[in-house]
């Protein structure tokens, strides 16, 4: 979209734009904003925070690791011991 559209539009954007479409705002045919539904980019900037963690990424992949090594538990009997169920 054309910031010149997108200008003139930019009331309308939220009614109009399906909640998991971005819109790129282009400025002679180079693209130099992004409009995207509030969702997406909390769930972006959550995953940066996440990703910039080095706590957070090595439980993160020893938690694949151990998934991807079999290394799980029952969800009934982790309910049960945690007295959730």
């Known amino acids: ?27 002679r045919g180079k693209k130099v904003l992004a409009i995207l539904p509030w969702e997406t980019y909390e769930a972006i900037t959550e995953t940066l925070e996440i990703m910039s963690d080095p706590e957070m990424m090595n439980a993160l992949n020893r938690g694949i690791a151990e998934y991807k090594s079999g290394k799980t538990e029952d969800w009934n009997a982790v309910k049960e011991e945690l007295e959730l169920a």
Request: avoid cysteine; proline fraction near 7%.
């Open 1 to 27: 979209m054309p910031i010149t559209e997108a200008r003139k539009e930019i009331n309308n954007l939220p009614r109009s734009l399906d909640m998991k479409d971005t819109i790129s705002v282009t400025s």
